[in-house]
């Protein structure tokens, strides 16, 4: 089975990357990357008393996600959403533990509906007055991957576009040394369906970047030829999708494989539109 759908927008935030614009000068090698840790924006939309107890989990999620709405010019209010992280707010679960490690165990109910895995979702739909359907789901190294998988199928049942929101941020010592995930890195994109149109040939609406074919492969994942490109994409799982993103800023054909399960992958393959972000190539 295939699955099929334009990505209309892209938002990025991670190591060195403030945004898709830069990112996809860097992916396309218009520009050089410089790393550094990830500079995560107050979350928009909040308030006040929600923004103070965001964590770096929910601000990255609400940037991306932001940022993808935003360029795609769709209403928030009316996409469904699919939010992937491999874990939760490993931040606020290592400061419970702590807690209840200690002689005072009163968690208070700020900590404890931060821990929770969709914390991040019910945040943006506060946040973007969301309304359609949400789902949250985790699949480990596999979490883009998934993610995507759900958003696909999504827009083929119900011909709808939806929101892909992936995100993950790093962990605390010592769950760092079993989870080593050094820096925040968190990646939307705005899915449309493809219309018979568009199958039958015709050009993919202007404001859509590419048109992606998604099944399932044994194939080995691919890689970047950057090293330190590749040793991000390695090390968060919502960087797995730098293959494709790479594909994208350059503007070329290309079949990518992206990470899933441990003996199947998902094959991507992109044609491009001939429509860039603004700032790439």
Not at 40 to 48: C, I
Not at 75 to 103: K, P, R
């Amino acid at each position: 089975m295939k699955l099929h759908a334009s990505i209309e927008s892209i938002g990025l935030i991670g190591p060195g990357l403030a945004d898709w614009p830069q990112a996809a000068e860097i992916l396309a090698g218009h520009a050089p990357w410089a790393s550094a840790r990830t500079a995560l924006p107050p979350p928009a939309g909040l308030p006040s008393a929600e923004r103070r107890r965001t964590s770096p989990v929910v601000k990255t999620a609400l940037a991306v996600g932001h940022e993808a709405v935003a360029a795609s010019g769709r209403d928030a209010t009316t996409l469904a959403t699919v939010f992937a992280a491999s874990g939760g707010d490993g931040q606020n679960c290592h400061a419970i533990c702590e807690m209840l490690a200690g002689d005072d165990r009163q968690i208070s109910p700020t900590r404890f509906h931060n821990s929770v895995h969709n914390a991040a979702a019910g945040y943006w739909s506060i946040a973007a007055r969301a309304r359609a359907t949400s789902n949250v789901l985790c699949a480990h190294d596999g979490s883009f991957a998934a993610g995507l998988l759900e958003s696909l199928c999504q827009v083929a049942v119900d011909g709808v576009p939806s929101l892909l929101i992936a995100y993950d941020t790093d962990y605390p010592e010592p769950m760092h040394a079993v989870r080593p995930i050094d820096d925040a890195f968190g990646v939307a994109l705005v899915l449309a369906p493809v219309t018979a149109a568009d199958d039958a040939g015709a050009p993919t609406p202007a404001k859509a970047l590419a048109r992606i074919e998604v099944k399932l492969t044994d194939a080995p994942a691919t890689t970047l030829a950057s090293p330190e490109l590749e040793a991000l994409r390695a090390d968060n799982p919502a960087a797995r999708v730098l293959p494709l993103l790479e594909a994208i800023a350059a503007g070329r054909a290309a079949s990518v494989v992206i990470d899933y399960l441990p003996e199947t992958r998902v094959r991507i393959d992109v044609t491009p539109t001939g429509t860039h972000a603004e700032g790439s190539p």
